[in-house]
């Protein structure tokens, strides 16, 4: 594996996306946020699926130059058509507005339609710590998740990521696949060719399998909890709420209809709507208590829980967020390693465009 | 067991609650929300509660003349006192402020301090169904739950209910714990003298168990997803986002502060804050979309759910909601069964009081 520093990760993206016809400033935005997925070690949301995006747009199915746009507001709420743009910057956008509302009436709710893969759901819901806000962040995706008693994919891996301020402490940041595991770590065990632990997948009969590429075998992911007996109801509903609040309150397509990320996969038929949903929220902390009260107890929440006794074999407690921020923190020095297929993956692009990587 | 009419135990609840002192209009809320839980089927959370309640009362931990009051709001938000008084009724107090600020501004968010427990979440939430909107309710509680690599009992199993208008369709009602299982399971198992699934709680070393009984034993509830490789890492930041929202933000005492429900276990020292915590929250569907095309999208959402192919050895697949629906429909028919303890418990109640089971 090759490292790459983030400098020369985060020119080459921009560029690709200049390529493909952003703006400057899509570009600048839709690399940034690409990127802070490999520095947080979010590997399956970095620069391995710039190929993905790409494709889409080869397939004119994410608009480079979209006029991206509220279509529907109150004072605490909008809802965003993102003109088939790329998520990437879709959901900035999106979440800006959940922002700038929560400054007036204390929230703000935006829910989007019309959208593309939006990279790690975290990244956008941290833009409210700076404003003093809770960030709320969720999306949509690809059907691969069959509810509980079903053999067949219903739902997305439908992240949701929550960020919280707090004072000395980092930020709490929580940023989640509604399921038991992430695609991604499915992908690892397949280029390893090792088996997967019980719970994470089922075969097309609907049994819980070891094989990694059961997902190819019309297979499907299943939601946290596993199966009924370890609640798996809990995380198909989280699911669902997720699917719901982004794509049927907004009018993007939801469950078996979403928008499929590999452009090769045909669109599912009579589509109930338009493009991906995503779902964003900001809540101004004062628009409860005084924001350092806040902070201070949310200082005195995170440095409890860290110091909660560790149980047999592990060593410490860990905050949502810490393993991301600690991987930013080495990534950002040390680089990013890339695994082959990624690198060239990127090799291919830079040629097609006769950029360098 | 003997069986008792929803009118039988509603008029003994309503009762019960005079006695304590609540106004008419107090005890008449109180009992219709506590009972609602006997009727859906969540048997842990109704009239099996109404000695412990009365015990907290007894101890001085229950104000049964509060004065809930707002104090502190925005257009969007509110932060409210529940004053001590029964969570039965400062809940529906709060919920009613988020729907009232929903219509002014699209979307209402109240979070509650000074609180008591509430009775069962998905009550609170639907209360928002019949105004067209979307309702949220969540609630912190009693430290039961060890984080993820912990051994150490530092949340409760902090549900989450989040009630969604159709139109032909029934409600889709998702109102879970955010753990594995619900206590309420562990307790059906000890008066059985039967084992525990594995991944539903640890022992006091943070060993998963299978002794029902491992909760006396300083034992804890597992997250939801039991363990670090199938998810509790999602279950625990869940939870805690839950302990956040409806305790830090208002100002209650949240994670191993949480006041205890047993009136005989001692208040945790240096409270951080006062009494238990909930948050509630209200959307305006037509502060998103048209809500009559919003519900008949939903309507399409539930039945294309309801109609995915159940797997192997499964009959159909049920929307969130279904099984509590049902219950309600026969229990208000044929009453509600009571085991034989919580029978006894409600015949001590009318002695004591002197009224009429």
């Known amino acids: 594996m090759n490292t790459f520093s983030y400098e020369r990760l985060y020119q080459f993206t921009h560029a690709v996306f200049l390529k493909m016809g952003c703006s400057l400033q899509d570009a600048t935005t839709a690399a940034t946020v690409l990127i802070s997925a490999d520095l947080r070690g979010i590997d399956s949301h970095g620069v391995a699926r710039l190929s993905g995006y790409l494709r889409l747009w080869e397939a004119g199915r994410i608009n480079s130059k979209p006029n991206i746009r509220v279509v529907h507001e109150t004072p605490s709420t909008a809802v965003v058509d993102g003109d088939a743009g790329l998520g990437l910057v879709v959901a900035p956008f999106a979440m800006q507005i959940a922002i700038d509302k929560a ?119 299943l939601p946290l909890g596993s199966d009924r007996e370890h609640g798996s109801h809990k995380g198909y509903a989280m699911s669902s709420i997720v699917d719901i609040f982004s794509a049927v309150l907004s009018g993007a397509s939801y469950g078996p209809w979403a928008p499929p990320f590999p452009a090769y996969i045909p669109m599912p038929e009579n ?87």
Chains 1, 2 share one sequence.
């Not at 935006?110 to 790690?120: A, D």
């Not at 038991?180 to 609907?206: C, F, H, S, V």
């Not at 929220?281 to 005084?290: L, S």
């Not at 930013?328 to 040629?351: F, M, S």
């Open 103 to 221: 400054k007036n009436v204390g929230t703000g709710w935006v829910s989007v339609k019309n959208s593309n893969h939006f990279g790690i759901a975290g990244i956008h819901a941290m833009m409210a710590l700076k404003e003093d806000m809770i960030g709320i962040a969720m999306t949509n995706a690809s059907a691969l998740v069959a509810p509980t008693f079903s053999n067949e994919r219903m739902l997305g891996t439908n992240p949701i990521a929550v960020a919280i301020p707090a004072n000395e402490q980092p930020a709490f940041v929580a940023d989640f696949a509604t399921t038991t595991a992430a695609n991604g770590k499915l992908e690892i065990l397949q280029r390893k060719n090792a088996d997967m632990p019980l719970g994470w997948a089922q075969d097309k009969e609907g049994n819980s399998s070891i094989d990694a590429n059961v997902l190819r075998k019309q297979g499907a992911l």
């Open 271 to 357: 589509q109930p709507g338009q493009g991906l949903g995503h779902f964003f929220g900001a809540m101004r902390i004062d628009a409860f208590r005084p924001a350092e009260e806040f902070k201070s107890h949310m200082d005195n929440w995170i440095e409890r829980f860290r110091h909660a006794t560790p149980s047999a074999g592990n060593e410490k407690v860990l905050i949502p967020g810490d393993p991301e921020r600690e991987m930013e923190a080495i990534r950002i020095k040390e680089g990013v390693p890339l695994v082959e297929q990624v690198e060239k993956d990127l090799h291919d692009i830079a040629e097609k465009f006769k950029i360098k990587l």
